[in-house]
């Protein structure tokens, strides 16, 4: 089985890497773009049978800094 | 006075550090990461600066679960004696033994220079050597510093005067302009500038020495 689990910043915390991102969208000519937001994406095989708090767990422990950052975890 | 400075791949600041500490007068040894134990007799334990585990997840997140991170978190929990370098700092944080983060600098770019600091307290081992208010020049290099915590915890740091060093001229966007905190127990220290970079007259500047010299003098007298 697997877990995907997606860390962005929280709202609020600026993100400079995403603020630069949507400056290259506006100098290729997408004027449209107000607002990007960059994260990340882990993907986990797991052995069968784990339960989604253990993945929380991790989320807490390692895969996330809770201070600045909020994940979403999909079970699969 | 014994000092471990604690040895990561990607570690780049180590042999520096513990040149500084020795010059200061400290015996060092250097602690490997995959050790379980520190040195008996260990009064301070440096964090050096570098790039940790390729930086890899967010700078520090690795090495703070790394098995030599629990004997160091064992050895703050006893009060022992903490400092944390550039990406030292980084893990400090991850560990949670410092409050706050390192971001990704606020102009992106990595910012290489010496940069002017304002010591804000002398009452620590690490900045008595100083005095408050007093500017010092250290070197910076980081792509990472700039130092975010919520606006509760900047307030409390500030208030309870654990912001050891502020920029003159904020270089990575950190909140209030801080360069470096203390713990509660003021035991640890954290800061993103480079004092080990400046303890040689060959380096430019010798502000760094005072720190080196007061924290070693503080825990040989202990």
């Given at each position: 089985m697997k877990a995907r689990v997606t860390v962005m910043l929280k709202d609020g915390v600026l993100d400079p890497q995403g603020e630069a991102v949507r400056h290259a969208l506006g100098a290729l000519g997408?004027?449209?773009?107000?607002?990007?937001?960059?994260?990340?994406?882990?993907e986990?095989?797991?052995?069968?049978?784990?339960?989604?708090?253990?993945?929380?767990?991790?989320?807490?422990?390692?895969?996330?800094?809770?201070?600045?950052?909020?994940?979403?975890?999909?079970?699969? | 006075m014994r000092a471990a400075v604690l040895v990561f791949p990607g570690s780049n600041c180590d042999r520096d550090l513990a040149v500084a500490l020795r010059a200061a007068g400290a015996r060092v040894d250097m602690v490997w990461h995959k050790d379980t134990a520190l040195p008996e007799g260990?009064?301070?334990?440096?964090?050096?600066?570098?790039?940790?585990?390729?930086?890899?997840?967010?700078?520090g997140a690795i090495a703070a679960q790394s098995p030599i991170c629990r004997a160091v978190a064992a050895h703050a929990e006893r009060g022992g004696h903490v400092l944390g370098i550039c990406n030292g700092f980084q893990v400090l944080t991850e560990m949670r033994l410092l409050p706050g983060v390192l971001m990704r600098n606020a102009g992106i770019t990595f910012v290489c220079r010496t940069e002017r600091l304002i010591v804000r307290?002398?009452?620590?081992?690490?900045?008595?050597?100083?005095?408050?208010?007093?500017?010092?020049?250290?070197?910076?290099?980081?792509?990472?510093?700039?130092?975010?915590?919520?606006?509760?915890?900047?307030?409390?740091l500030e208030g309870e005067g654990r912001v050891a060093f502020t920029y003159a001229e904020n270089p990575n966007g950190s909140a209030r302009d801080i360069a470096g905190v203390l713990s509660e127990n003021r035991r640890v220290l954290g800061l993103m500038p480079h004092p080990e970079r400046a303890v040689d007259p060959a380096h430019g500047g010798t502000d760094g020495q005072a720190l080196f010299r007061s924290l070693v003098g503080a825990l040989a007298a202990a």
């Open positions: 997408f004027s449209g773009v107000t607002g990007v937001r960059q994260g990340k994406v882990i986990l095989d797991l052995a069968p049978g784990t339960e989604r708090d253990e993945v929380e767990r991790m989320c807490e422990a390692l895969l996330a800094n809770t201070v600045i950052e909020r994940y979403e975890i999909e079970m699969g | 260990t009064d301070l334990v440096a964090v050096p600066g570098g790039f940790s585990y390729g930086d890899y997840l967010r700078c307290t002398a009452e620590s081992d690490f900045t008595a050597g100083y005095s408050e208010g007093q500017e010092v020049v250290f070197p910076i290099a980081h792509h990472d510093g700039n130092y975010t915590a919520s606006e509760d915890e900047l307030d409390r």
